[in-house]
């Protein structure tokens, strides 16, 4: 059973949205739901979330439907989820809840695990006394005395263990991935980033040519993925795949997310990956917006990507393209991830940005030093090249860091430092 409650300030539209997704994440967590009860409130009642007749009304409803397992759309506070569970006679839940479900049986690596554990625990603290409830039984059940307050008390202690174990894991991860990024230095990086679903797996699948796990589901992936995606023209790029960000994305998840998340955060550029298709894109596209800011992220280089609009007419196509660029002022290109012959803008944009953040220069090596000059074509872009006896001149554009590392090699000469490229 799913209860939707949104305030009565909330577009009808959207708050229908929001239950529709709601029932794709009971889907996606393997439920099956039997019906939907809405109320629109001015504000979430203390005690219920929703109002006394609601509840009874909620009631009556579990007991015709057998329902057993009512999904809340909004996040219930440890007393709304025990009052609740009190009143109807079935196991309750929230949207938050649901979410961390589905992370925990879609995690494949160890440090994705360990993420999902991390925010169930923390997620789980405060609800513990709730959890005991079955220990009443024992001694009369008022506050939980005797063996039950013991053993939650002990629980609590674990928890705290186990979370700060936890933390400690996900660290060394953390200094192994800032590792990994350094080895990557002087490669332009990108990552993806976007609502769940939008099509960011299936966009690195064409691009890079890699077998990634693709599935019509959200939160098809958790593990974030790097492939190096070849733009032509000698330009080659690495390209992440992040998590998917969804609207009203529990708190401690996104916490637990973030060394997974270090990788946009190192990036050189995050292209937020939209579903063109989806009625409600711009509201999606507010969601990201909003999650990365939280995560001190909202300000980095950024490019939009609309996928799927190979589920639109040319008309549909052509009248969200001017409505992009009237409203928004960060590059946007237009594709379907199923077909690359509609991937050359992205391309091009992609390869505008390298050229605008290499070093323009002159400089003159030996004639054989063949590991500079194999390092120069492979790492930059040669763009003139002539001979003076044993001394070769040439005119490159190169990554900040190879530029660095380059002057610093004996033999080299800076001959001009050129004004960037416009």
Same mark, same amino acid.
Request: with cysteine.
């Given at each position: 059973?799913?209860?939707?409650?949104?305030?009565?300030?909330?577009? @009808?539209?959207?708050?229908?949205?929001?239950?529709?997704?709601?029932?794709?994440?009971?889907?996606?967590?393997?439920? /099956?739901?039997?019906?939907?009860?809405?109320?629109?409130?001015?504000?979430?009642?203390?005690?219920?979330?929703?109002?006394?007749?609601?509840?009874?009304?909620?009631?009556?409803?579990?007991?015709?439907?057998?329902?057993?397992?009512?999904?809340?759309?909004? @996040?219930?506070?440890?007393?709304?989820?025990?009052?609740?569970?009190?009143?109807?006679?079935?196991?309750?839940?929230?949207?938050?809840?649901?979410?961390?479900?589905?992370?925990?049986?879609?995690?494949?690596?160890?440090?994705?695990?360990?993420?999902?554990?991390?925010?169930?625990?923390?997620?789980? !603290?405060?609800?513990?006394?709730? &959890?005991?409830?079955?220990?009443?039984?024992?001694?009369?059940? *008022?506050?939980?005395?005797?063996?039950?307050? &013991?053993?939650?008390?002990?629980?609590?202690? &674990?928890?705290?263990?186990?979370?700060?174990?936890?933390?400690? +894991?996900?660290?060394?991860?953390?200094?192994?991935?800032?590792?990994?990024?350094?080895?990557?230095?002087?490669?332009?990086?990108?990552?993806?980033?976007?609502?769940?679903?939008?099509? +960011?797996?299936?966009?690195?699948?064409?691009?890079?040519?890699?077998?990634?796990?693709?599935?019509?589901?959200?939160?098809?992936? !958790?593990?974030?993925?790097?492939?190096?995606?070849?733009?032509?023209?000698?330009?080659?790029?690495?390209?992440?795949?992040?998590?998917?960000?969804?609207? +009203?994305?529990?708190?401690?998840?996104?916490?637990?997310?973030?060394?997974?998340?270090?990788?946009?955060?190192?990036?050189?550029?995050?292209?937020?990956?939209?579903?063109?298709?989806?009625?409600?894109?711009?509201?999606?596209?507010?969601? *990201?917006?909003?999650?990365?800011?939280?995560?001190?992220?909202?300000?980095?280089? /950024?490019?939009?990507?609309?996928?799927?609009?190979?589920?639109?007419?040319?008309?549909?196509?052509?009248?969200?393209?001017?409505?992009?660029?009237?409203?928004?002022?960060?590059?946007?290109?237009?594709?379907?991830?199923?077909?690359?012959?509609?991937?050359?803008?992205?391309?091009?944009?992609? +390869?505008?940005?390298?050229?605008?953040?290499?070093?323009?220069?002159?400089?003159?090596?030996?004639?054989?030093?063949?590991?500079?000059?194999?390092?120069?074509?492979? @790492?930059?872009?040669?763009?003139?090249?002539?001979?003076?006896?044993?001394?070769?001149?040439?005119?490159?554009? *190169?990554?900040?860091?190879?530029?660095?590392?380059?002057?610093?090699?004996?033999? *080299?000469?800076?001959?001009?430092?050129?004004?960037?490229?416009?």
């Amino acid at each position: 059973m799913l209860v939707g409650a949104p305030l009565k300030t909330l577009h @009808e539209g959207i708050a229908k949205e929001h239950l529709e997704e709601l029932t794709r994440l009971t889907d996606t967590a393997g439920g /099956q739901v039997v019906d939907i009860i809405r109320q629109r409130i001015d504000a979430p009642h203390p005690r219920f979330y929703v109002g006394k007749g609601k509840v009874d009304e909620l009631r009556e409803c579990v007991a015709a439907t057998e329902a057993d397992l009512v999904i809340f759309d909004d @996040e219930l506070t440890p007393a709304q989820g025990k009052a609740l569970e009190e009143r109807i006679g079935v196991r309750v839940m929230d949207r938050a809840e649901l979410i961390l479900d589905i992370f925990a049986t879609r995690a494949r690596t160890g440090e994705a695990k360990m993420q999902v554990e991390l925010a169930q625990l923390q997620y789980l !603290l405060p609800r513990l006394k709730r &959890m005991w409830t079955h220990l009443s039984r024992i001694r009369g059940g *008022v506050g939980l005395r005797g063996p039950g307050e &013991m053993q939650l008390e002990t629980d609590r202690r &674990m928890i705290g263990r186990r979370i700060a174990d936890l933390r400690k +894991k996900l660290e060394v991860v953390v200094r192994a991935r800032a590792v990994q990024r350094q080895s990557r230095e002087g490669k332009f990086r990108v990552a993806l980033v976007g609502y769940t679903n939008a099509g +960011k797996s299936s966009l690195l699948r064409a691009l890079s040519g890699s077998d990634l796990f693709v599935e019509d589901r959200l939160f098809a992936t !958790l593990d974030s993925a790097t492939r190096s995606v070849d733009l032509g023209e000698g330009f080659e790029i690495l390209v992440t795949d992040t998590v998917g960000f969804i609207r +009203k994305l529990p708190h401690h998840l996104i916490a637990s997310f973030r060394s997974t998340l270090e990788e946009a955060r190192e990036a050189d550029l995050l292209a937020h990956v939209i579903d063109a298709s989806h009625a409600g894109w711009e509201e999606q596209k507010g969601v *990201v917006e909003d999650v990365l800011d939280e995560l001190d992220l909202g300000d980095r280089p /950024q490019i939009l990507i609309f996928n799927k609009v190979d589920r639109l007419t040319h008309a549909e196509e052509e009248a969200l393209s001017r409505r992009v660029r009237a409203f928004d002022t960060t590059p946007a290109v237009f594709l379907s991830a199923l077909r690359p012959d509609t991937f050359e803008p992205l391309r091009a944009l992609f +390869k505008a940005r390298i050229r605008a953040g290499l070093r323009h220069l002159s400089v003159r090596v030996g004639a054989h030093a063949g590991e500079i000059l194999a390092m120069l074509y492979r @790492e930059g872009e040669v763009l003139n090249q002539s001979q003076h006896g044993d001394v070769l001149e040439l005119e490159i554009r *190169v990554p900040q860091a190879v530029a660095s590392r380059l002057l610093q090699q004996p033999g *080299v000469e800076l001959a001009r430092d050129h004004e960037p490229p416009a």
